[in-house]
């Protein structure tokens, strides 16, 4: 294989952070890459070396993914740096990657997204703020 075909072939650095964003996803709802590899029919290694950012995850398959977690597709790709992207929104995707790195982070998350009460969120990040102090 020529270094060329290898360039256009080989995953990089999106798909590193595509990945990732996959994972955090999965693990937020407590997903096994069994569970999730048979939901699309694949293997489980396979999950793993998207996971990984081995393997680049074609159109289709992304689109099952964001049916799966009931997202669109421009939550894979959270964290990819934009040179167009305000410090505000840098900022936000690196503590976005932050919060899923935590043990805790995909549980606190996963749980956060299920309130239905404005209210109510705004209490929980009232106390997140005051105890980070």
Not at 22 to 30: A, D, G, N, P, Y
Not at 85 to 111: F, N
């Amino acid at each position: 294989m020529t270094e060329m075909t290898k360039n256009k072939t080989s995953a990089n650095s999106v798909d590193v952070v595509v990945g990732t964003n996959l994972r955090m996803m999965r693990t937020s709802v407590k997903m096994s890459q069994t569970v999730l590899a048979d939901k699309v029919n694949i293997t489980f290694q396979q999950i793993q070396k998207y996971e990984r950012g081995d393997n680049r995850i074609g159109a289709s398959r992304l689109w099952q993914f964001c049916e799966i977690f009931n997202c669109k597709p421009n939550a894979f790709f959270v964290g990819i740096e934009d040179e167009n992207a305000s410090d505000s929104e840098t900022a936000l995707d690196s503590q976005r990657t932050d919060l899923y790195q935590h043990p805790r982070g995909p549980a606190i998350a996963s749980a956060f997204l299920k309130i239905d009460n404005r209210e109510i969120e705004n209490q929980i990040i009232a106390m997140c703020r005051s105890l980070a102090k």
